[in-house]
């Protein structure tokens, strides 16, 4: 399943990206919303999104199963995954994106209409995980097919 040389890389370093994002996230959802740097009281307000009840999914931190997803996105991303004879690896990394774009539209929904705020340190994930989806998805032509 032969993609174009740029697509590890990039998506590998979006991936990184969104797990160092997500570090943070998590590590200010444990130890205090204020330590994000993000304006508060308006429209943009990470410590209104990050302590809000949608923070939380079954009890886990939003955060959490963010690093978590990222973590995991990471290592489907990694050349030697983009370069797997098993075709398991690439539907997992399909799988992967469209999971993680279907909570993100869920997240963005939360943030605008719930919550009425947003955070910027979690729309840099959003946007992080859409490129994923995007390129992923441009690249999955072939995952189903028994060629």
């Known amino acids: 399943m032969p993609v174009a040389?740029?697509?590890?890389?990039?998506?590998?370093?979006?991936?990184?990206?969104?797990?160092?994002?997500?570090?943070?996230?998590?590590?200010?959802?444990?130890?205090?919303?204020?330590?994000?740097?993000?304006?508060?009281?308006?429209?943009?307000?990470?410590?209104?999104?990050?302590?809000?009840?949608?923070?939380?999914?079954?009890?886990?931190?939003?955060?959490?199963?963010?690093?978590?997803?990222?973590?995991?996105?990471?290592?489907?991303?990694?050349?030697?995954?983009w370069r797997a004879a098993s075709r398991l690896v690439h539907q997992a990394r399909l799988a992967a994106v469209i999971g993680g774009m279907a909570f993100v539209l869920w997240l963005i929904y939360a943030e605008l209409i719930i919550v009425g705020a947003i955070c910027l340190w979690c729309t840099v994930v959003h946007v992080l995980a859409f490129g994923l989806f995007e390129v992923v998805v441009m690249n999955a032509s072939d995952v189903f097919s028994d060629a």
Do not use: K, N
């Open 5 to 81: 040389r740029w697509v590890a890389p990039v998506t590998t370093a979006m991936a990184l990206a969104a797990t160092a994002v997500a570090i943070y996230l998590t590590i200010a959802h444990y130890a205090d919303p204020d330590l994000l740097v993000c304006s508060e009281g308006g429209t943009v307000d990470c410590s209104s999104v990050t302590s809000s009840d949608q923070s939380l999914l079954f009890g886990i931190p939003v955060a959490l199963l963010g690093l978590i997803w990222a973590a995991v996105v990471s290592v489907l991303c990694l050349p030697m995954a």
